[in-house]
């Protein structure tokens, strides 16, 4: 509430008596109190002009202005989207050093992890920006689901964070209308949740709960983005004018009190019959089956002609149950492929009943293939026969763009859970991908990388990890090749971080991701060269001075300590104990997980337990420990850490949401029965102190009787696929990168080589430069060189006619590491019997490896030398 004065206090020398004005009458959980020499960046909002203030660290207040620009906007906006005035006098958002939860929606006084509120357009990365944008969106739709109106009992919570998680978007929306924000909470949210939802060990939406463990257990995916995409699916079934309508007078009439679900069914089940929307039966008795039942169906269609026929099953990954069945109220809509108008069409046009019978659809003669779930708004999977998964395929090769993007997407998550749960054949699902390398939308690779992750978690620990590479290898390699495809630098961030599209830099960090995972040299080359640069270069007193485009900045931070050693690994440490951003604070942790060193993993656990000493913050210790648990190298040891070390963890952490279940579901990767004995065994010794993470500890041992039917079942007929499918390109294909020949299209004449070595400086620095002058054998486009621990600062190519020489200039350059390879791509093709002249301006340390450029020390008249030597053949 607003300050209504301030009075000296007597009775307390150098204190005053602060006076607030008495607030709305409001729940106990939303009452927050900060005091801190804090700074803020001070705006107002709507018509009424209401003081709108964001808080933070004062040597932080420059990276407040974002959230200062998207919260009144937001607001307005919710104002506006629910018909109802923002009730309190003022708003205040704070960015907290350390806080356990993402942000919480406290009335008038919204606080914030710094890393969810922050922003600095040249060193935040854009998937951070929108989590900023959708949080401050998710916490301000909360001042009126929630605040305005509370939930009687936490059973009801799904409400509040269903209904935010799902306007989060349409406020994020508002403030970044390029940002296909409905694309990414299909990925984010609906298919995400999916995944868990198809567990039997999964849980109803609305739940009675008893103690605070159940209560925390309540925050989980279910609550959020299951209550999301079936307020979506509503959303989209009562049409937008009884949604909102109905909305709107729920919150009427009961602002500033207590309510349960049933009311806003009633609301909304009123609205539906003033508008006269035809529904199956009341709102209530629709939503019911999708809130007190666990699960979804999969809809099952099947063509005969051009009638098609369609059922529904609860869809369940362990398919040994033999619970009883479970129907729901299903809305349907479909699209021809004589008709794709359709996809605009999202409400229903039929029903499936919960009494199980089935409904018909009619196809014209000549579609070829329908699709079932125009935009995916209902929250099921669709399952096709044969004919149609081909029909499908051949659309996807052919002409993609006909199927809307969200379908794509849809088709593929699908089919892959599909193959997975036994419902299809895994070879199916797979052909489907093959179209990716012509994709250039975001949401079809991030759900098709999701689902591929989980055979690479299967796999990885096997033999037969080659064959997935390869296959991913062969997916990317037509992106990589795309002309435009580059390795993202930071001159590439748009002024103050504007991007116009996200997605786009989302597509390209997630095919560079998986780049250097498949360790593709091009960008191991980059992300290497660009680590040593950036370390380099580095200057303590300047440690958040940009250097690295934001974007890849995780990546390459990845690969320093991947291909390095411990030097590189402390060095990232360092970097994570001097920076200031909290953002920058959590690529620095997952960095650290990136070693292959168990030894290096086994120190980063011990500092988990020591956040005093390590610098640490306890807000990120469990996130840090996913990471770890995440690598092969790390998850075994990961495991004994949290066997040992439970109490301890169960004791400091029981109180985040969450928390306590990040120790645990890590390990649902595990797929052997010798890992599953491990788990159960610990489930055992830990039972009675399990806590929050209950039910997470029986939806991971799930998840690995899952892994090892997987591997019994499905092994072998996918790794035959990926055999088939992948790519040639692998380590043991013998002409690649153990053949380090240079290409033999230009042959040197003439080399002029400077070098200035500064023996007396610290880490025996030297520079210089190189020309090298060339005649072209063949016709290429491009010059490839050897180069080895060296930073190249400028290159320039020449071509070079008697006296005359004139510049070509240079697409890109590539640093290809594996095999030391330095290649620039030109603008021009090089001619027959043309001689070109390239000019290398470089700088780099005196090695100890004997390798490229090294130093050797020997004693004369009792005095240590050092020279500086070339190893002049590489
Ligand atoms: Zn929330």
Known sequence: M????????????????EQFETSVPMSTYLVAFAVARFKSVDKNATARQIPYKVWARPDMIDYAQKAAEYGPAILEHFEEYFKIDYPMPKMDMIALPDFAAGAMENWGLITYREEYLLYEGSQTPAATLVRIVYIIAHELAHMWFGDLVTPEWWNDI???????????????????????????FVFSDLQDVLYLDSLQNSHPISVDVYNPDQIMELFDRISYAKGASIIRMMNHFLTEEVFRNGVTNYLKKFEYQNAVQDDLWKHLNDEANTMQVQLPATVKEIMDTWTLQTGYPVVKATRDGEKVTVNQTRFLLNSTTTEKPTHWY?????????????????NATVWLYPNASTVEFTLAQNDEWYIINAQQTGYYRVNYD??????????????HEDIHVINRAQILDDALNLALAGHINYTIALSLTQYLGQEESYIPWATTADNLSYLRRMLETTGKYDQYRA???????????????????LEDVPPNGDYQDVTEVMYKELIWGAACQMREPRCIGNATQLFRTWRENYDESTPDKPYLNPNIKGLVYCEGVRSGEAAEWEFVYKHYNNTNYAAERTLLLAAMACTDKSWLLNKYLDMLLTPETSGIRSQDVSRAFAYIAANPAGRDEAFKFVKVNWEKLKDKYSSGLSTLTRFITPFSIFNTEYELNLLKTMKDEIEGSLGSAARAMDQTIESVMINIEWMNKNLDTVVRWLEVNGSTVGPTDPGYPNDVRLPRHLRPTEYDVKVRARMNEPGFPIDGWVTIDMVCNTPADNITLNVHDITVNNTLVQKVTGQQVEDISIVEEVFDLDRDFYILKLSKQLELNQTYRITIDYEGRLQSDLAGYYYSSYVENDETRKEGSAESQR
Do not use: C, H
């Open 158 to 184: 799904w409400l509040n964070e269903g209904f935010a998680s799902y306007v989060e978007y349409l406020g994020a929306d508002k403030v970044e209308p390029g940002w296909k924000w409905m694309e990414q």
């Open 330 to 346: 299903v809305p349907l809509n479909l699209v021809r492929s004589s008709n794709v108008a359709g996809f605009d069409s999202t």
């Open 471 to 489: 296959y991913i290898l062969s997916l990317i390699k037509d992106v990589l090749a795309r002309g435009d495809f580059k390795f993202p630098v």
């Open 2 to 17: 607003n300050s209504s004065g301030t009075t000296p206090a007597p009775e307390q020398p150098g204190y005053v008596w």
């Open 386 to 399: 044969e004919r149609n998964w081909e029909a499908l395929n051949k659309t996807l090769r052919e002409s």
